[in-house]
């Protein structure tokens, strides 16, 4: 997803959101409702477990249904947060949305990169990652399980007389 502020000067990106149609007081607000919503929806996405997905979301990884999910529900909070706080029009709001969300995206992820809190539990989930989750070991020991063959058995008089 490229934005063109995200490779340019934050000036760059309040003469944008200027020119979408916020008023110079309302930048610095929208900016704030913008951080302090993808904050709150991220604590908790991850206190309700949806932790790869709402990571792929800060990343900017939407391409796996889970996570455009979340993404779509981030992007709805924060639109009506936006016309609720600033009063502005929704038409105006989805504009803000569109050229914000990108942004404060990006910064939110790192800053939680750089919290040491934050790096420990990363290291504990990349670790996590390579270790199979339950589905998979049941999926294992199926597939195993349905491998095997019965222990031949010797045939008997009675068997071979079934068979002629």
Same mark, same amino acid.
């Given at each position: 997803m490229s934005v063109p502020f995200l490779q340019r000067s934050h000036a760059f990106a309040a003469q944008s959101l200027h020119r979408a149609g916020l008023t110079?007081? =309302?930048?610095? =607000?929208?900016?704030?409702?913008? +951080? #302090? *919503?993808? #904050?709150?929806?991220?604590?908790?996405?991850? #206190? $309700?477990?949806? *932790?790869? #997905?709402?990571? =792929?979301?800060?990343?900017?990884?939407?391409?796996?249904?889970?996570?455009?999910? @979340?993404?779509?529900? @981030?992007?709805?909070? @924060? @639109? &009506? +947060?936006?016309?609720?706080?600033?009063?502005?029009? $929704?038409?105006?709001? *989805?504009?803000? &949305?569109t050229l914000l969300l990108p942004f404060v995206l990006k910064r939110v992820y790192d800053l939680a990169r750089q919290n040491p809190k934050m790096q420990a539990w990363w290291r504990e989930q990349e670790w996590r990652q390579h270790m199979p989750t339950m589905e998979k070991v049941r999926n294992i020991i199926k597939e195993v399980g349905q491998n095997l063959k019965p222990a031949s058995r010797k045939t008997t008089s009675t068997d071979q007389a079934l068979f002629i």
């Open positions: 110079v007081s =309302q930048i610095p =607000q929208a900016v704030q409702i913008a +951080r #302090e *919503t993808v #904050e709150q929806w991220l604590q908790k996405e991850l #206190e $309700s477990g949806n *932790t790869h #997905e709402a990571l =792929q979301v800060l990343k900017g990884h939407v391409q796996e249904k889970g996570a455009q999910m @979340l993404f779509d529900k @981030l992007k709805d909070m @924060l @639109l &009506v +947060r936006l016309v609720l706080h600033l009063g502005i029009k $929704s038409a105006l709001a *989805t504009n803000i &949305v």
